[in-house]
């Protein structure tokens, strides 16, 4: 059974980086496309960015273009999603999941099958 593990989340100031991780074992993550969503408290989960199996199709929250980068990295069964100019605003628990649809179709949330526990990140000075 395919399980996701979010890592990297934590506390940083306005202006901060933080880089996270979603990590698979036993499966290669290569066939699926994956996201990071995120919930804030009080708030609907949103999608942040996703990315295809291949890597060459991106879709980006309005709220975070320019600012989060999302990446994969086969060879290591991983994904990351580079977070830079961090405002309060992006506090939330990140989760990344996973889609086994034939069909990309971005940050759909109920095309995504598979999802990490999640992980903090604060945004505070």
């Known amino acids: 059974q395919l399980q996701l593990v979010e890592s990297g989340g934590g506390l940083v100031q306005p202006g901060g980086s933080l880089r996270l991780s979603c990590a698979a074992s036993e499966f290669t993550l290569a066939s699926y496309a994956i996201g990071w969503f995120r919930q804030a408290p009080g708030k609907e989960r949103e999608g942040v960015s996703c990315?295809?199996?291949?890597?060459?199709?991106?879709n980006y929250a309005d709220s975070v273009t320019d600012r989060f980068t999302i990446s994969r990295d086969n060879a290591k069964n991983t994904v990351y999603l580079q977070m830079n100019s961090l405002e309060p605003e992006d506090t939330a628990v990140y989760y990344c999941?996973?889609?086994?649809?034939?069909?990309?179709?971005?940050?759909?949330?109920?095309?995504?099958?598979?999802w990490g526990q999640g992980t903090q990140v604060t945004v505070s000075s």
């Open positions: 990315i295809n199996s291949s890597g060459d199709r991106t």
């Open positions: 999941a996973a889609s086994r649809a034939f069909y990309y179709s971005g940050c759909v949330p109920w095309t995504y099958d598979t």
